[in-house]
Each structure stands twice: as structure tokens, then as C-alpha cells.
């Protein structure tokens, strides 16, 4: 989006893993590569929704730039400075400015901590010239608006519901009014119900703190009503990327079409009349892709050049860049 200044820059980013081959002696290592080439930028006060089937590499790749995993090669700029090669001291000092909200509210909160505890905790690494008064006091703001009762910061994680402990986790992501902001899958296992509420108490914090957001999920109805882009990936590499309602309404790699077409309809009719096929197959193994396009196996549209070419990154549209020999016009 033009109206956006990009303030965090990924370029021809990989996170590589060494898996050591079966057998115990004179072992050859393979190499899953699970972030292959991935590029793009988001800018502040925008949301980037990333979907992808499970094993596709959104995790990996929002891990590589926060720091939680290494990244093997390229780049991640945070305001233009370069994040890979920064020592732990100095990335340590930049995790103020990125944090993130994980996918199961209760195991991502220590039992044995109570909520003022736990939502305190990176005032303490970050901030800790404040007093335990300011400290409370920040709590204390911090939890009313996200829907706490003041009466609940003495209580432990397992006194609460699943959506009132997502609840905590975004209390303890913003408390340090970071830049960016990483959700993974952060409302997949709550009811629809209240899944509704914390994506508009997401947009709304994002609204009043300037927050850049990487929002991870499978649900692309979710992603559809919260990202002002979507970028989808296959097999650890991107391919296709567009605004939220160009991508919606005129899907133009084979996969994301398929994506699209698996979405309910909650309309007999229409949902009979749906001409696109459905997605089928399994990913194939990331340790043995296909040559040329990795979706070229599952692929109704493939042809001979889709098994010894890999598709260019191309812009079909203003905006909307596809990686595919014969995308859906």
C-alpha cells in the first residue's frame, strides 16, 4: 500500500535446516527448506495477512525475523537496520519493538504466574528503572483496555477462559507500545464467537498505537476482514501477493484459487454451483520437492515448462504479483 511507508523490509530471506539422514553411521545431511527466497515489505500501521496450508513455512518465516530462529540468508530491516547480523545484546534490545501473540492462549502463559506477574514481565527486562507502584499502574491501563477487571490481576492463567487469556497475551505483547506486532494464528482455537471480538480489539489497538501487524492464520475470512494485503505461501516460498480485495475477488495463482473455493458458503445453492476444484492432494515432502513449481503437482493447470522451469515473480496488476507459468486471468 502506497499510504503506508514500509518500515520493515524481508528480503530473499531463508531459514534452512540441516536433518541429519537416516542410518547412524557416515550420515548425509539433508537440508528443509522451510523459508526459500520469501520478499516483502510492510508499512506502518499495515497489516500483512499470511495464509498458507499447515507446514508451509509462516511460522518459520515470522520466527527468522523476530530473531527465534536463524535466518540462513538475506536480509530483515527494521526502520533500515539491518536485524541478522546484530549480536544477542543488540537484538535483545530490539525485541521492545517486535512482539508477539501465539496461537493457544494457556500454554503460552506460566501457570505459576499471576496476570500482573506475567503482563509485567517486560517492563521489568525493558523498563526496569520503574517503581512496582508505576509498574502496577502501567498493568493496571494496559488490562482495562483490553477487557480486564482490575479485580483479575491477582489470578492465575487457569482461571480463566480461552479468549479472557488471549486477552492477557495481547496485554503483555503491547505493553511496551511496540512497532510491529506478530500474530500466530492467534485466534484458531477460540469460538467463533470471541474470535470476533479479539480481531476487533486488535484492529482497534492497532488504530490507536500505530501498530504494523503480520497476522498468521488458516481461517481466510478472518484474514479477509482484519489485512489491508495477504501474501500466500506454498512449500516455504510466496506465490502470490496483492491487496486484500484484489486477492479476494480475482485470485490469480491456481493455489490460492483452490484456497479460495474451499471456503464455506453457509448457502446450499451457491455452494453446489462453485465451479473451481477443490484443493487435493498432500504437500509433497519438503524434504524432496518437485522440480520447477512446487504446486505443480497438485496442479490442475500444469504443463511440461511447470516441472523444468520455476515461475518468475511477476506483477500481473498494480500491486499484485504472482509466481505461476499459467495464472488464472
Given at each position: 500500500?502506497d499510504?503506508?511507508?514500509?518500515?520493515?523490509e524481508?528480503?530473499?530471506?531463508?531459514v534452512?535446516?540441516?536433518?541429519?539422514?537416516?542410518g547412524?553411521?557416515?550420515r548425509?545431511?539433508q537440508?528443509?527448506k522451510a523459508?526459500n527466497?520469501?520478499?516483502?515489505?510492510?508499512g506502518?500501521?499495515?497489516?500483512?495477512?499470511?495464509?498458507?496450508?499447515?507446514?508451509?513455512?509462516?511460522?518459520?518465516l515470522?520466527?527468522g525475523?523476530?530473531?527465534?530462529?536463524?535466518v540462513?540468508d538475506?536480509?530483515?530491516?527494521?526502520?533500515?537496520?539491518e536485524?541478522?547480523?546484530l549480536?544477542?545484546?543488540a537484538?535483545?534490545s530490539?525485541r521492545r519493538?517486535?512482539?508477539i501473540?501465539?496461537?493457544d492462549?494457556l500454554?503460552?502463559?506460566d501457570?505459576?504466574m499471576?496476570?500482573?506477574?506475567?503482563?509485567?514481565e517486560?517492563l521489568?527486562v525493558?523498563?526496569?528503572?520503574?517503581?512496582k507502584?508505576?509498574?502496577?499502574?502501567k498493568v493496571?491501563q494496559?488490562?482495562q483496555?483490553?477487557g480486564?477487571?482490575?479485580?483479575?490481576?491477582?489470578?492465575?492463567?487457569h482461571?480463566?477462559?480461552?479468549?479472557?487469556?488471549?486477552?492477557?497475551?495481547?496485554a503483555?505483547?503491547?505493553?511496551?507500545?511496540?512497532?510491529?506486532?506478530?500474530?500466530?494464528?492467534p485466534?484458531?482455537?477460540?469460538d467463533?464467537?470471541?474470535?470476533?471480538?479479539?480481531?476487533?480489539?486488535?484492529?482497534?489497538l492497532q488504530?490507536?498505537?500505530?501498530l504494523s501487524?503480520i497476522?498468521?492464520a488458516?481461517?481466510?475470512?478472518?484474514?479477509k476482514h482484519i489485512?489491508?494485503?495477504?501474501?500466500v505461501?506454498?512449500m516455504?516460498?510466496v506465490?502470490e501477493?496483492?491487496?486484500?480485495d484484489d486477492?479476494?475477488?480475482?485470485?490469480?495463482?491456481?493455489?490460492?484459487?483452490?484456497l479460495?473455493?474451499s471456503?464455506p458458503?453457509?448457502?446450499?445453492?451457491?455452494?453446489?454451483?462453485?465451479?473451481?476444484?477443490?484443493?487435493?492432494?498432500?504437500?509433497?515432502?519438503?524434504?524432496d520437492?518437485?522440480?520447477?513449481?512446487?504446486f505443480?503437482t497438485?496442479?490442475?493447470r500444469a504443463?511440461?515448462?511447470?516441472?523444468?522451469?520455476t515461475?518468475?515473480?511477476?506483477?500481473?496488476a498494480?500491486?499484485?504479483?504472482?509466481?505461476c507459468?499459467?495464472?488464472?486471468?
Amino acid at each position: 500500500m502506497d499510504s503506508h511507508k514500509p518500515f520493515l523490509e524481508v528480503s530473499n530471506n531463508r531459514v534452512w535446516f540441516d536433518i541429519p539422514g537416516p542410518g547412524v553411521w557416515l550420515r548425509k545431511k539433508q537440508i528443509l527448506k522451510a523459508v526459500n527466497d520469501v520478499s516483502f515489505q510492510l508499512g506502518e500501521g499495515e497489516t500483512l495477512g499470511v495464509v498458507g496450508e499447515s507446514g508451509c513455512g509462516k511460522s518459520t518465516l515470522v520466527r527468522g525475523i523476530l530473531g527465534l530462529e536463524t535466518v540462513t540468508d538475506g536480509s530483515v530491516k527494521l526502520y533500515g537496520e539491518e536485524l541478522t547480523t546484530l549480536d544477542k545484546k543488540a537484538m535483545r534490545s530490539k525485541r521492545r519493538d517486535m512482539q508477539i501473540i501465539f496461537q493457544d492462549p494457556l500454554a503460552s502463559l506460566d501457570p505459576r504466574m499471576t496476570v500482573s506477574e506475567i503482563i509485567s514481565e517486560p517492563l521489568i527486562v525493558f523498563q526496569p528503572e520503574l517503581s512496582k507502584k508505576e509498574r502496577k499502574r502501567k498493568v493496571q491501563q494496559i488490562m482495562q483496555r483490553v477487557g480486564l477487571l482490575p479485580n483479575q490481576i491477582n489470578r492465575y492463567p487457569h482461571e480463566f477462559s480461552g479468549g479472557q487469556a488471549q486477552r492477557i497475551g495481547i496485554a503483555r505483547a503491547l505493553i511496551l507500545k511496540p512497532k510491529l506486532l506478530v500474530c500466530d494464528e492467534p485466534v484458531s482455537a477460540l469460538d467463533v464467537s470471541i474470535q470476533a471480538q479479539i480481531i476487533n480489539l486488535l484492529m482497534d489497538l492497532q488504530q490507536e498505537m500505530g501498530l504494523s501487524i503480520i497476522f498468521i492464520a488458516h481461517d481466510l475470512s478472518v484474514v479477509k476482514h482484519i489485512s489491508h494485503r495477504v501474501m500466500v505461501m506454498y512449500m516455504g516460498k510466496v506465490v502470490e501477493m496483492a491487496s486484500r480485495d484484489d486477492l479476494f475477488h480475482h485470485p490469480r495463482h491456481p493455489y490460492t484459487k483452490a484456497l479460495m473455493e474451499s471456503i464455506p458458503i453457509p448457502d446450499p445453492t451457491i455452494e453446489r454451483a462453485k465451479r473451481g476444484a477443490p484443493l487435493t492432494g498432500d504437500l509433497p515432502s519438503p524434504m524432496d520437492p518437485p522440480s520447477g513449481c512446487n504446486f505443480r503437482t497438485r496442479c490442475p493447470r500444469a504443463q511440461d515448462i511447470c516441472a523444468a522451469e520455476t515461475p518468475e515473480w511477476t506483477e500481473k496488476a498494480p500491486g499484485h504479483w504472482v509466481a505461476c507459468h499459467f495464472p488464472v486471468i
